[in-house]
């Protein structure tokens, strides 16, 4: 019989080695904790959040001032601070408010620029 190829044995060791599972846990609490912490200093400066319950690495973002995230992008681009706007993402290519952030990103310099800005 072939051997499976090593995809398959990183990804079954992932998921059966104690050792692997405790760090992936430890690291999906980390990316939590993240989240939180960047919710929460993103609406307490006034952005809105699309899912507060939401986990993974990256937050959906808008900013009510802001129709077209692509426009905040551009803004934020000349303050050397990036952003993923929406429409990248949309097959229409059609502008939207919303943006991705991931939230290990520096939250609080973001925060910073739209105030001065």
């Known amino acids: 019989s072939a051997n499976p190829p090593i995809h398959e044995r990183v990804a079954y060791r992932a998921l059966t080695d104690s050792q692997c599972t405790r760090h992936i846990s430890k690291l999906a609490t980390l990316i939590q904790a993240c989240s939180n912490a960047a919710q929460s200093a993103l609406t307490n400066a006034g952005l809105?959040?699309?899912?507060?319950?939401a986990e993974g690495k990256y937050l959906w973002v808008r900013h009510p001032q802001f129709n077209d995230s692509a426009a905040l992008a551009e803004q934020l681009e000349r303050m050397q601070i990036s952003l993923a706007p929406g429409r990248i993402f949309r097959p229409d290519g059609l502008a939207t408010p919303w943006f991705r952030l991931n939230v290990s990103s520096p939250v609080n310099s973001l925060i910073r620029a739209l105030q001065t800005s």
């Open 48 to 53: 809105i959040c699309h899912d507060a319950k």
